[in-house]
């Protein structure tokens, strides 16, 4: 869930037309159009990447006459459906997978079970990383995944570039070959396993 | 061996926080309020070679000599080099001695190879403009003649093939022929990496894109994790770039040297020691303290603020020994925070609380740019000034952080309501003294004897334990 409450305003003077506006907005609400920014507003989630990465300081954040929230609601999803989805992306329901919004799996896997394709899609509906920005898109591509969807990247843009591996993937030889540095592979996969298969306190 | 107050750094003009002269008043010009030096709590503490008598001067000489040992014969005159740093270099004692180490960097491999394409890279974490901010104050952009940028997470971003997999790099940190990791052993989050391979991880975070990032905070789990930074370092890739490793040595008492290497994993070594040793005694002491009212008041995000070289964040998960890798769960990671379901109950059972000891918290002058509504979501905190709560209203990565906090007027108002509400005079500040806790009368006393019973079970019991986790034997570094 996102309160959004800013939205991006570009200055066209100092505009340069570069496109790295367009290349890191999270829900592809900002584009270049006759080499300068244009921001929808209506889209615009109010994260400030495109504030943050602009090399002309040519955005500013302003905030919103009435703010908005950005949610899937889960009441009218199949749970069951939900809470299925999230196991096979090891990912308890109830858990949260982006820290700045606290949004928790089981509403990212609603919005995949209702239609999203793609991290853009997920974050437009769900307000999912449009905080930092940084944190949270392999839940959102191992539900995904989970589900089966192959997302297409954004094309040129760096919003995202793929899945990476998790604990469960670890191979036993890297295991075996680094067990006495402190890394505790073995451990946190049970740690994490206990988390997922968690009672349905956090399912329901 | 109570003494006043050491005076913090002056807060910081940064578009994170509030306008320094909004910071009206300090923790350390309370009344009641000493300061008990690192020196005076563990006597046997390394001694520092900055601040001091020499000033800069001091890192300057401990580079140069650190460097000598340092082989750079694979750099030839026409190629480039990376210098990497990282923004977190820069809170430490003011960023002068690690702003000083970067140019002196780039001075010696500049004379010893004849090579002129030399760049300064500074990696960020959450906020994306900080180190953009340290190369302008510092005037890095000019020393490195125009060659210095920040990098950002979101930047461009190149895939790194790994032993589990395919990660993630900052195209702009690996754009030339040869890299150098200036860094420093700062221990900080300890919570997250555990002071394993403390060394090499920011492969896995200042020089990583978002995939890496968010793989080691979602991805493997509280210890394992800490193989990402590992993972991408030994990759052919970063193999074949890596120069060599330079670190800005730190304690809680300050900068205790300079150290280099051509072999990281031996530079590795003795961070752990280092940081298992000075940081593990002045954390366990922290984690004895029974009750505090705790002040937030140093130019960072809310954990990262600093008392001792310990960081906030750290404070809230000292009812725990943080460097135990047995203990899976510290109170306080992403991890940890990612297991508490919205009625705010654990998920699964041994998630450990926060700190019991910290009773309130008063945010008198911290930044955003770090998710930080976990703290106020778990202690009552209470906000000065008007000004900070809306900075953390507009800030993206808090838009619940003042759901759950008061707000008072000015710092002695919530100091006067934290000490009733709470029923302690105890009060501890994380103003980023240097060599010093300031805290009050009370606190200190405390502090002071508590300190060598703490110091005697670290070097007896923990350390010994701490480092044979690590896979590092304790005689070499002396201890049994
Ligand atoms: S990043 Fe800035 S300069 Fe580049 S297109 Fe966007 S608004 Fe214009
Ligand atoms: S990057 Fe963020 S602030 Fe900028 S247009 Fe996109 S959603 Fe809005």
């Known amino acids: ?204 | 061996m109570l003494r006043a107050p050491v005076m913090p750094l002056p807060p910081r003009r940064s578009q994170y926080g509030v306008a320094p002269e909004l910071v009206r008043k300090r923790a350390a010009e309370l009344p009641d309020m000493v300061s008990v030096l690192v020196r005076d709590l563990f006597p046997d503490a390394a001694p520092v070679i900055y601040p001091g008598e020499n000033g800069l001067e001091m890192i300057r000489e401990a580079t140069r000599k650190q460097m000598e040992k340092v082989d750079l014969s694979m750099i030839k005159p026409g190629d480039s080099v990376n210098v990497l740093g990282s923004h977190h270099g820069f809170t430490l004692l003011g960023g002068a001695p690690y702003a000083e180490m970067l140019r002196t960097i780039r001075d010696v491999v500049r004379e010893r190879t004849g090579c002129t394409d030399i760049r300064l890279r500074v990696g960020v974490g959450l906020r994306f403009r900080e180190s953009e901010e340290y190369i302008k104050a510092f005037g890095l952009d000019e020393y490195y003649e125009g060659k210095a940028a920040g990098v950002a997470p979101v930047d461009e971003g190149v895939a790194i093939e790994t032993e589990i997999g395919t990660l993630y790099g900052i195209k702009r940190i690996y754009d030339a022929r040869w890299i150098i990791h200036a860094h420093n052993s700062d221990v900080r989050e300890v919570h997250f990496h555990r002071q394993v391979d403390r060394a090499v991880k920011p492969f896995g975070m200042s020089y990583a894109r978002i995939e890496t990032r968010s793989t080691y905070h979602q991805n493997l789990g509280p210890r394992a994790a800490n193989f990402v930074a590992r993972a991408i370092f030994d990759s052919p890739f970063v193999q074949e770039k890596f120069a060599c490793a330079v670190f800005l040595m730190m304690s809680p008492s300050g900068v205790v040297g300079v150290d280099a290497d051509n072999d990281l994993y031996a530079l590795n070594d003795r961070v752990t020691y280092l940081g298992c040793r000075d940081y593990g005694k002045m954390m366990t002491l922290l984690g004895e303290i029974d009750e505090a009212i705790t002040i937030l008041d140093f130019p960072s995000p809310v954990p990262y603020v600093f008392a001792a070289g310990v960081i906030f964040a750290n404070f809230a998960g000292a009812n725990r020994d943080l460097f135990d890798l047995d203990d899976p769960l510290p109170p306080y990671t992403w991890y940890t925070e990612a297991f508490y379901g919205e009625d705010g109950q654990p998920l699964i059972e041994g998630v450990p609380p926060v700190n019991p000891a910290i009773k309130v918290v008063i945010h008198n002058y911290a930044w955003g740019g770090y998710p930080s509504a976990f703290f106020t979501e778990h202690i009552p905190t209470i906000v000065v000034g008007r000004e900070q709560a809306e900075l953390l209203n507009r800030d993206p990565q808090n838009i619940s952080y003042t759901k759950h906090t008061l707000l008072a007027e000015d710092l002695d108002t919530a100091v006067r309501f934290a000490k009733r509400v709470a029923g302690t005079d105890k009060i501890l500040a994380f103003d980023g003294a240097s060599g010093a806790l300031n805290v009050s009368r009370s606190l200190g006393e405390y502090l002071l004897q508590k300190a060598p019973l703490v110091s005697r079970r670290v070097d007896g019991e923990l350390l010994p334990k701490w480092l044979k986790q690590r896979g590092i034997d304790p005689s070499r570094f002396k201890i049994c």
């Open chain 1, 1 to 204: 869930m996102r309160a959004v409450t800013l939205y991006a305003v570009v200055d066209v003077d100092k505009c340069k037309g570069c496109t790295r506006c367009e290349r890191v907005c999270p829900v592809l609400a900002i584009k270049v159009e006759n080499k300068k920014a244009v921001v929808d507003p209506q889209n615009c989630l109010g994260c400030a990447n495109c504030e943050q990465r602009c090399p002309e300081m040519a955005i500013t954040m302003a905030p919103l006459e009435q703010s908005r929230v950005v949610h899937e609601s889960l009441a009218e999803v199949d749970m069951a459906a939900v809470i299925d989805l999230c196991r096979r992306a090891h990912l308890h329901p109830k858990q949260i997978i982006c820290y700045c919004t606290a949004t928790r799996a089981g509403e990212v896997a609603a919005a995949v079970l209702r239609g999203a394709k793609s991290p853009e899609e997920i974050s437009r509906r769900t307000g999912v990383r449009t905080g930092c920005k940084v944190e949270c898109i392999q839940p959102v591509l191992r539900l995904l995944h989970a589900a089966g969807i192959a997302p297409e990247r954004p094309a040129r843009g760096y919003q995202w570039y793929g899945l990476t591996p998790t604990v469960w993937d670890i191979p036993e030889e890297v295991k075996k070959k680094y067990a006495q540095r402190g890394f505790y592979f073995d451990e946190d996969r049970k740690l994490l396993d206990s988390l997922v298969g968690a009672g349905e306190k956090g399912g329901e």
